[in-house]
């Protein structure tokens, strides 16, 4: 498995995330991070923002709702192996990784790491989501939040598919960013490691030698 982490959306040189190497250009766009909020409109026009930018540099984007698959993961599994992409929006991290589980995407993801042509991309929470912990976001994401038919659990363990944590937002012009350097002082001062991205920054990451580029 490929990683694309970035900080907000696609990067400064977005076709990054379409020249690595998965043959089926289809991509699953999952926004669960956003279930917490209730402004339809809003989210519309943020789903039709993602459709417009993956679309732009030669991706096939489809929405993907894992609350249809909660409790469905063998659905889920079946339904992914359609798409050689999946990507992961901004919201609240603790959200999504209780949708995470909820659905068995987590353990899925888990068993797509050896595969070569998958990639797993996201931005703001859906890149802190594969990191070892999510401790130090909570600083910035409510780990309290509860959208309608979620588990009250608040999972704090990450997926650890890279060894460190990842701050995005950092220092950038965006309504989080101070919170985030809560964060960051919170990393330092626990000696926990991470990676600051600034919004516009990203990491492509192969799972398998832990490679990254910036």
Not at 2 to 10: A, P
Not at 63 to 68: E, G, I, K, V, Y
Not at 88 to 97: A, I, K, P, Q, S
Not at 168 to 187: C, G, M, N, Q, T
Request: glycine share 8%.
């Amino acid at each position: 498995m490929k990683l694309y982490l970035s900080s907000y959306h696609l990067c400064k040189e977005p076709s990054r995330l379409s020249t690595l190497p998965a043959k089926n250009k289809k991509v699953a766009i999952v926004r669960n991070a956003l279930d917490v909020y209730r402004d339809t409109e809003r989210l519309k026009k943020g789903l039709e923002r993602e459709i417009t930018d993956l679309s732009a540099i030669g991706l096939f984007p489809e929405s993907l709702d894992l609350r249809h698959f909660f409790q469905k993961a063998g659905e889920l599994e079946k339904h992914l192996q359609g798409f050689g992409y999946i990507w992961v929006t901004g919201g609240n991290t603790f959200v999504l990784r209780r949708a995470f589980a909820e659905s068995g995407l987590d353990l899925i993801l888990q068993r797509k790491l050896r595969e070569d042509d998958f990639v797993y991309s996201g931005y703001s929470a859906g890149a802190c989501v594969v990191t070892p912990t999510l401790e130090g976001i909570h600083l910035a994401d409510d780990p309290a939040a509860m959208p309608l038919g979620y588990s009250p659990e608040v999972i704090w363990k990450g997926l650890s598919f890279v060894p460190y944590c990842i701050v995005p937002h950092y220092r950038s012009d965006h309504s989080e960013s101070a919170l985030i350097e809560k964060s960051v002082e919170y990393f330092i001062g626990n000696k926990i490691p991470f990676v600051a991205l600034h919004d516009g920054e990203s990491l492509i990451v192969d799972v398998k030698c832990r490679e990254q580029g910036t």
